[in-house]
């Protein structure tokens, strides 16, 4: 099955610095990569996802690159403001069947102010 | 649109009593759900994920059931509960095609 890691477990910056997370995965029949990001005592939340297709995709200051060759795959926030504090989990999947993604297991983001 | 209801948002259970979490999804139809658990700390364990109507796999050995009685609804349940069921309970559903989304979580605390 997929194994997907996930580093580094807890990432500290200060505000407007640039944050990067970085995920790798087995399976190379994996070609949906999202990002979570969950706040203290909330529900995780989509904020941007990557099809194995497409090389690099951004949002405003959230940016993915995936490497399929390498079977990488990074989310990059510039400009980090401390309501970027939350957990970040990153997951692989493959499109079809019963579609289970397989999480990594979250990185801390901690922005101070 | 699509949404997820989860119920009810926090439970106090005495160690031995049962359990009754229910999720339903509005504005799609043959829904993937799922049933995570996230304990103290970050990461999410997968429970059960249903393709359909009374199909339920579950991933880990474990003191909870569920059920999929109809095609939006999702129902996690035990019999009596122990300390470890305590944590964090996520209900999500997916398509083929999309993320997950996951429901506002249920914090489930066993005395």
């Known amino acids: 099955g997929e194994n997907v890691e996930q580093h580094p477990s807890t990432l500290s910056v200060q505000e407007g610095d640039s944050a990067v997370i970085k995920c790798t995965y087995s399976?190379?029949?994996?070609?949906?990569f999202p990002w979570y990001k969950q706040e203290l005592g909330k529900r995780p939340q989509l904020i941007i996802d990557?099809?194995?297709?497409?090389g690099e995709k951004k949002d405003q200051r959230i940016a993915v690159t995936l490497n399929k060759t390498a079977k990488h795959f990074s989310l990059h926030i510039t400009e980090t403001q401390p309501e970027d504090s939350a957990v970040y989990f990153c997951?692989?999947?493959?499109?079809?069947?019963?579609?289970?993604?397989?999480f990594g297991r979250g990185t801390s983001l901690i922005v101070h102010p | 649109s699509q949404t997820i209801h989860q119920w009810p948002a926090t439970l106090v259970q005495p160690v031995g009593s049962p359990l009754s979490l229910e999720c339903t999804v509005e504005?799609?139809?043959?829904?993937?759900l799922y049933w995570y658990r996230q304990a103290a700390g970050r990461g999410l364990q997968l429970l059960f994920y249903?393709?359909?109507?009374?199909?339920i796999s579950s991933e880990v050995p474990q003191n909870l059931s569920a059920s999929r009685p109809q095609d939006r609804q999702f129902i996690l349940s035990s019999k009596k509960l122990l300390l470890s069921d305590s944590g964090f309970y996520l209900c999500?559903?997916?398509?083929?095609?999309?993320?997950?989304?996951f429901g506002s979580g249920t914090r489930l605390t066993v005395v």
């Open positions: 504005g799609t139809s043959n829904p993937n």
């Open positions: 990557i099809r194995s297709n497409v």
């Open positions: 997951a692989a999947s493959a499109s079809g069947g019963s579609y289970i993604p397989t």
């Open positions: 249903s393709v359909g109507i009374g199909q």
């Open positions: 399976d190379s029949a994996s070609n949906y």
């Open positions: 999500a559903w997916s398509r083929q095609t999309l993320g997950y989304t």
